[in-house]
């Protein structure tokens, strides 16, 4: 095994080697009247003058991870803009880009089937599965398991910007309210289920109790949820079209006022006296009873 001594010399080594060529390879880049950061970039490590410092550079020669390598420019402006007139290149013999020739050759070159079987995809697909599987944080995730729980917390944060869901900072609350609106809405199951089969999602003919105006609409636009859990705002549909019609509304506020006979003000002040007992519950970590929060409402209505 090599020592951390052999190690360090080792990386020593590489990057004099690296050094010698650069300024070789490179001299180009140390003539003067040169502009930083346009004609040439600086490793901070190393100190050399680059128009590129790639990840190979980072790990190989300096022997470094990519997240430790300090924040900096790592691309040269005249590099980028040498990349860009070269892939617009147009090649004589198949009137493409050099950009689309390249990509074309690397879909045939990763499309081929080695001794064993397997092609280019294939070989990839292994080798960043692995990748994936051993890269373990201290809190036993692997590499799939951060990038889903990122793409989770970023796909609510889009799905709370469009409306469908409520935003992360609230999520809490609108359970409560929804807790409320369960415990009414439950009173009228016996009266509207009957003579309709229930049950959960894929059962054949199931039907579910749907709220016409939703109770996330109900939310967002401060309803009682004495309102939105109101028989009137409730129907049987079959699962499909229930899960279908998700938190849309089918019917406006002012015929849900209409029908349950509640003004927009006694609505609002109801819906302001109910989260405000939520609000409460959060502070002092309650548990979710919509039964309790009701009962305490009607308490203080009758002092």
């Known amino acids: 095994m090599m020592s951390l001594h052999s190690y360090k010399y080792g990386m020593r ?4 080697e690296f050094i010698k060529r650069n300024k070789k390879r490179n001299a ?8 930083p950061g346009y004609d040439y970039v600086i490793c901070p490590i190393s100190n050399e003058r680059l ?22 420019q790592r691309i040269c ?18 009137g493409l880009t050099m950009y689309e020739v390249g990509q074309i050759k690397a879909r045939d070159i990763l499309a081929q089937i080695d001794e064993s079987g397997l092609s280019g995809y ?8 692995a990748t994936h599987m051993s890269n373990v944080d201290a809190l036993g995730r692997n590499g799939y398991s951060r990038l889903a729980i990122k793409a989770i917390i970023k796909g609510n944060l889009t799905k709370a910007r469009k409306g469908l869901i409520t935003d992360p900072t609230v999520r809490q609350e609108f359970y409560r309210y929804k807790a409320v609106v369960s ?13 309709y089969i229930t049950g959960l999602a894929g059962k054949p003919n199931a039907h579910h109790i749907d709220h016409n105006y939703s109770i996330l609409d109900g939310y967002k636009n401060k309803v009682s949820p004495l309102v939105v859990g109101n028989i009137a705002n409730l129907r049987m549909l079959p699962w499909e079209e229930n899960l279908t019609k998700s938190s849309k509304s089918g019917m406006l506020i002012e015929t849900l006022l209409r029908n349950t006979n509640y003004s927009a ?28 929060i009701l009962e305490r409402l009607y308490a203080a209505t009758l002092c």
Not at 13 to 16: E, I, N, Q, V
Not at 183 to 195: I, Q
């Open 28 to 35: 180009h880049l140390y003539v003067s009247d040169l502009t």
């Open 77 to 94: 402006h005249k590099r980028k803009e040498n990349i860009k007139a070269g892939l617009h290149e147009i090649d004589p013999a198949t």
């Open 51 to 72: 128009s590129m410092i790639k990840d190979n550079y980072i790990t190989q020669i300096l022997g470094m991870k990519i997240s430790d390598y300090p924040a900096t």
């Open 183 to 195: 415990y009414v809405t439950e009173k009228h199951r016996a009266l509207l289920s009957t003579g």
């Open 13 to 16: 080594s590489k990057l004099d």
């Open 265 to 292: 003000e006694q609505s609002t002040v109801e819906f302001n006296n109910i989260i405000e007992l939520i609000r409460d519950d959060l502070l002092h970590r309650v548990p979710v009873t919509g039964g309790n």
């Open 122 to 129: 294939d070989r990839k697909g292994i080798k960043t599965r």
